[in-house]
Every structure is written in C-alpha cells, then in structure tokens.
C-alpha cells in the first residue's frame, strides 16, 4: 500500500471515530451553606455519580449564612442552611426559593462545672439562660431542678458560633 493510501485510509478511519464517538459533557451543580449536612450530601453525590456520571456536584460547606447568602447572590444552583430563610432574606431573592428538608439533626447543650455534675434543665430555663435571666450557675431556677447538687456561686458564660451558623439559629 502506498503512503498516501494509508495516509486517507487513516484519515478516515480518525474522521470516523469522531463523528461516532459519543460526546461526555458534564453538567456541573455548585452549591454551598451548612456545615452540619456535608458528610451525607457528599456521599450521596458520590453515589449519584455512579449512577449518571455525567453529573457533578460541587458543594462548600462554608455555613448557612454563607449558603443563605450564595442562593441570594446566584453564585450557586442550591444553598443548604439548617434554618429557613428568613421572610426579609426571601423577599430579597431574584425568584422563588423552595425550602427542602434534607437531614435532621439535633443540638445539645454542654457545660463546664467543677466535678461534672449530670444537671437537668427545662426549656423555659434554658431560654432563661441564653436571653441573659439567669445569670448564675446557682440561680434557684437551676438549682431546683437539680436538688443535691451543689452549685457554684459563679457566672455563666453563654458561648455560641459568631458566624451565620444554623447552630447559632437553633
């Protein structure tokens, strides 16, 4: 065979081989917001890529303020906070928002006593206590709760995320 023979000939075959090759866009979801979802959303978005691989998630776990702000700014196709938008950030938005529960989780309360004492508190005294009411560890509303348990005389230090956290929200 001639070298211009096999030169069409492979010429060809290459034109052949891109004209049916299949084509393997991807389309790209970016989104961003609470912290608190990223370890399931970033198995399901492994999971949904086994199923179409012509889909990628991209997701920053930069807190629900930074998600309520993103879906806000149109930066990103979905934003995840772990409280809803509030009515003046809804009207704020260039279309309509759906909320849509994803994951539950719950919060707790931790504290730091001298020999860890199991305390119980009910929640009018935890409201009590992060509006500023109840000031003291020995307040009578705590200490009734918890009977023979000494409480010390001492103030109580609220501390909570600065940032726009669905923690802090809770």
Do not use: C
Request: proline fraction near 6%.
């Amino acid at each position: 065979m001639k070298w211009s023979s096999l030169l069409k000939a492979s010429m060809g075959a290459l034109v052949a081989m891109v004209v049916t090759g299949k084509a393997s866009a991807q389309m790209l979801i970016n989104g961003a917001g609470a912290t608190f979802p990223y370890p399931i959303y970033s198995k399901w978005f492994d999971e949904y890529a086994q199923v179409d691989p012509s889909v990628r998630f991209n997701y920053q776990s930069i807190g629900s303020g930074g998600g309520q702000k993103q879906i806000l700014a149109q930066t990103v196709d979905f934003g995840a906070s772990d409280g809803p938008m509030s009515d003046e950030n809804l009207a704020k938005a260039p279309g309509k928002i759906l909320h849509i529960p994803t994951v539950a989780g719950a919060d707790v309360l931790t504290y730091n006593l001298p020999g860890s004492p199991k305390l119980k508190f009910d929640g009018p005294t935890i409201v009590d206590i992060f509006m500023g009411k109840i000031a003291k560890w020995n307040d009578p509303k705590i200490q009734a709760q918890n009977s023979g348990v000494k409480l010390p005389d001492t103030e109580i230090v609220v501390v909570h995320r600065s940032d726009g956290s669905g923690t802090t929200y809770i």
